[in-house]
């Protein structure tokens, strides 16, 4: 047979599987390819809920191999609380509905618990009717984790920023209070007639007060250096009564001005330990006040010693006010104060027992706090390394008499700071007002029985019922509903102003009080003319 010859281009044969032009590309092996390569796991199953195809992005995200899924309910990788979320996907797929990607939560085969967001689209035969569902997961974990931990860092700033703001408004608080006396006792001495007497008096008020802020600055100062790292011990071999004796010493004013108990067991035997003598008598000094504080008039107050292998245990129990269970871990917390601790007018700023807390940690030691509840008292115990209230008397039948022009004013004044009680009415008695005091809101009713002032000035942090409870009980007496009441307070936020006229008072005045303010008040109530509400501050 004679040879064909062949003319023109030659075109070599096509391997099988390859096409040149795109339009010859098997399409069904290019989207088995993509999903095959593709990082996010691409599902598909039954109107049923049975899985039917499982790709590689399915495999790194769950770790199920596709022969340990296929056939199987796609309920393997949902938690037990979403498989009613699965339900409502397979109604809308049943009636062609896409599911637009959301984000939910599945289950690896490990046990993870996965973030993913998740499309679901319905899989059409050629006549349109929806026969299986695509599902397309991406695992947004750490998005979700970034997420989370912007949320948290928002909510750190939110609390910061609130804080700051209590913490602001407590340290005004805190420094008007002694504030109040200082000015009330440098006004009663500029009136002529002063005895030698009251003179001393005033002075040892101001220099107890002046004391006192010394304290608080000290104690933040002090907070700021342990938390820098810059507060250093100065170390000595020292015994243990001698610390204490020091201790009891600081805190004996509060506990005498309290009329406290204060028992002592300690060890017979001598105890040595290293330690900073003046920091070590802060942090029982520290204990023994903040048990002071927060214990009413005539409580009893421990301060227990006992020796263990290798350490000493201190310990200061009151029978005062208490911890609730879920505030006691805080009570070491800087500017902690509880509710019912805000209530007392000598709370201070909360960093006495963080102060405790860095200098005995400094010393090596520990220290814990136990309460059974409210009202149950507190017990505060040092490790260190060796080598309710009385029902109020309602009961009040007389009315205040109206005020002569020409004569002064009968004022009761309620403050439980006695200094500021005190020195406020030695200040009024020098302007010619009849003046008693009060320390608590119970003897403040019993002496309005027979006094029937014209003028309260209720100071708001009283120890066995608040200012505001009080003003209430006041008007709700015949000899109230005509009494001037005037709240005197460290609170000056705009809320404790209204707060103050919804309880009933005709004045909120914020300490310190400028004896012309007061003064001047005063008269208008004689003169029956309306005083203006001072600015906040009462500047």
């Not at 098997?26 to 199953?45: F, P, W, Y």
């Not at 397979?90 to 509905?97: A, C, I, P």
């Not at 929806?130 to 912007?150: G, M, N, P, T, Y």
Request: charged share 25%.
């Amino acid at each position: 047979m004679k040879a064909r010859r062949l003319t023109g281009k030659v075109t070599p044969a096509v391997p099988v599987g390859r096409r040149d032009h795109p339009d010859d590309i098997d399409q069904r092996a290019l989207l088995a390819a993509i999903v095959d390569s593709s990082d996010d796991a691409i599902v598909s199953k039954t109107l049923e809920g049975r899985i039917l195809s499982w790709n590689r992005g399915a495999t790194r995200i769950f770790g199920y191999e596709p022969g340990e899924v296929i056939g199987k309910p796609i309920t393997v990788i949902i938690p037990p609380e979403l498989h009613a979320e699965e339900q409502q996907i397979l109604d809308k797929l049943r009636r062609g509905e896409r599911i637009d990607h959301f984000d939910t939560v599945r289950v690896a085969k490990d046990g993870r618990r996965i973030a993913i967001s998740l499309t679901v689209s319905p899989v059409r035969a050629a006549d349109g009717t929806v026969i299986a569902a695509s599902k397309v997961a991406r695992d947004v974990s750490e998005r979700k984790l970034a997420e989370q931990r912007l949320q948290q860092s928002e909510e750190a700033l939110r609390l910061a920023d609130r804080r700051k703001d209590e913490f602001l408004a407590l340290l005004a608080h805190e420094l008007r209070n002694p504030l109040a006396p200082i000015r009330y006792a440098l006004a009663a001495n500029s009136k002529p007639g002063r005895t030698p007497e009251q003179l001393r008096q005033a002075e040892e008020i101001i220099e107890r007060q002046v004391t006192h802020m010394s304290r608080l600055l000290d104690d933040l100062l002090d907070i700021s250096r342990i938390t820098r790292g810059t507060l250093e011990l100065k170390k000595t071999r020292t015994e243990l009564t001698s610390i204490i004796g020091a201790a009891i010493e600081t805190a004996r004013p509060m506990l005498e001005a309290k009329h406290h108990n204060l028992m002592l067991d300690l060890p017979t035997q001598p105890v040595q330990l290293e330690a900073d003598v003046v920091r070590l008598a802060q942090v029982f000094s520290n204990l023994l006040i903040n048990a002071a504080k927060y214990t009413d008039p005539g409580g009893q107050i421990q301060l227990r010693a006992h020796q263990q292998p290798g350490a000493i245990v201190v310990s200061v129990i009151d029978n005062g006010i208490g911890v609730s269970a879920e505030l006691l871990p805080r009570v070491f917390t800087m500017f902690f104060q509880s509710h019912e601790a805000l209530g007392r007018a000598e709370g201070g700023l909360g960093v006495g027992l963080s102060l405790v807390r860095g200098l005995v940690v400094l010393h090596g030691g520990s220290v814990q706090a136990r309460s059974e509840g409210i009202g149950r008292g507190s017990e505060f115990t040092v490790m260190l390394p060796t080598g309710a209230p009385l029902p109020m008397c309602l009961d009040v039948e007389l009315d205040a008499e109206s005020p002569a022009a020409d004569v002064g004013l009968k004022i009761l004044v309620v403050d439980d700071n006695r200094d500021a009680a005190d020195t406020c009415a030695m200040l009024l008695e020098a302007s010619g007002h009849h003046v008693q005091t009060a320390y608590t809101g119970r003897q403040a009713l019993e002496l309005a029985r027979t006094f029937r002032p014209h003028a309260l000035l209720l100071d708001i942090g009283l120890p066995d019922v608040d200012g505001y409870k009080l003003a209430g009980q006041v008007r709700a007496t015949p000899w109230g509903r005509s009494a001037i009441l005037v709240a005197v307070t460290g609170w000056g936020q705009e809320q404790d102003r209204l707060r103050a006229v919804a309880a009933g008072f005709d004045q909120h005045l914020v300490k310190p009080i400028s004896a012309e303010t007061l003064e001047s008040l005063l008269q208008s109530f004689v003169q029956g003319t309306a005083a203006p509400q001072p600015p906040p501050g009462g500047l």
